[in-house]
C-alpha cells in the first residue's frame, strides 16, 4: 500500500497531538494513521488469467470487537462476501476475508435512498488467531462522530481507480489519495450529504465509492478526529461527493438492521 498524501490541514498541523479514540498521535503522523482505515476492496474472481480484480474503496471501522468494511453494493453487485478480501495493511501480502455482510432492509417506503447502497462487511477478529486485527480498523467513538464538535474540515481516503497499477504475474500496488473536504451541505435524501473536495492536485474520483470520511474536531484547544460517515457517489467531472453520515452507519453495529 502506498499513500499519495495531498491533502492541505496546515490549521490542524499547529495542534501539538491529536486524538483518534483514545490515542494521541503527533499531528504530522495523522494522515498516515487514518490511511490504515481505507481498504482497497479485491474480488476473488476464479479466472486463472485474471485471479482477482479491484472494486474501489472500503471504510474499516470497529466497534468493541466487532470489525466491518463498509462499501456499496454498486461495488460488488455480481459476487457474494466469501469472494471479498482486503489486504493487511500492518503485515505484507496477508488477506483478510469477509465472514458475512449486512445489508439494509428494503422497502417501498425507503427503495430510492441512497443509503440502502451501503454494505457491511464483517471481519471476525476469532478467525484469525494470534492475529490482532482490530488496530486495522477505526474505533468507533459516538461523541466524536460527525457532526459532534466538528469544525467541518472533512479528510477524505479512497482509491481512484488510475491510480491502481494491477501486474498478475508481478504485484498489485495499491495508492490511497488522502484529500481534503469542506461541508457543502445536505440533501433531501435521508442520511445523504456532500462535500467539496479540497484537492492540490487533479485526477479522477472513480474508485471513491466506500471511501471513509473522517472530521476534525475540537473540544477546548484538543483537536480530535471522528468519524463522518462513507462516500456512496463521486463523479469523474465534479469536485462534489456524496456521502452518508456516520449516523446511519453506526446502525450496522446492531443486527436488526439488516436483511
Request: charged fraction near 20%; glycine fraction near 8%; charge should be negative.
Amino acid at each position: 500500500m502506498e499513500a499519495r498524501n495531498i491533502v492541505d490541514l496546515e490549521f490542524m498541523r499547529r495542534a501539538t497531538a491529536i486524538r483518534i479514540g483514545r490515542l494521541y498521535y503527533p499531528a504530522n503522523l495523522v494522515e498516515n494513521i487514518l490511511a490504515r482505515y481505507a481498504k482497497q476492496i479485491f474480488v476473488i474472481t476464479d479466472y486463472n488469467e485474471f485471479p482477482y480484480c479491484l472494486r474501489g474503496s472500503g471504510s474499516a471501522i470497529r466497534n468493541g470487537d466487532d470489525c466491518f468494511v463498509f462499501c456499496c453494493g454498486h461495488q460488488f453487485p455480481d459476487y457474494n462476501p466469501d469472494k471479498i478480501v482486503i489486504p493487511s495493511e500492518l503485515e505484507k501480502g496477508f488477506l483478510l476475508s469477509a465472514s458475512f455482510m449486512r445489508s439494509p432492509q428494503v422497502s417501498e417506503e425507503n427503495k430510492d435512498e441512497e443509503y440502502i447502497d451501503i454494505r457491511a462487511l464483517n471481519f471476525n477478529h476469532l478467525d484469525y488467531g494470534d492475529r490482532s486485527i482490530s488496530s486495522e480498523f477505526f474505533p468507533l467513538d459516538l461523541k466524536d462522530m460527525w457532526p459532534n464538535n466538528t469544525l467541518n474540515h472533512f479528510i477524505i481516503i479512497g482509491f481512484p481507480s488510475t491510480l491502481q497499477l494491477v501486474d498478475y504475474e508481478a504485484e498489485i500496488r495499491s495508492r490511497s489519495v488522502i484529500i481534503g473536504g469542506s461541508y457543502g451541505g445536505g440533501s433531501n435524501a435521508d442520511y445523504l450529504h456532500y462535500l467539496t473536495m479540497q484537492r492540490i492536485s487533479n485526477f479522477d474520483a472513480d474508485g471513491y465509492s466506500g471511501a471513509p470520511v473522517f472530521h476534525v474536531g475540537r473540544v477546548g484547544l484538543s483537536y480530535f478526529i471522528g468519524f463522518a460517515g462513507v462516500v456512496v457517489r463521486g463523479s469523474r467531472l465534479s469536485d462534489l461527493l456524496n456521502f452518508i453520515s456516520a449516523e446511519y452507519i453506526s446502525n450496522f453495529f446492531t443486527p436488526d438492521i439488516s436483511t
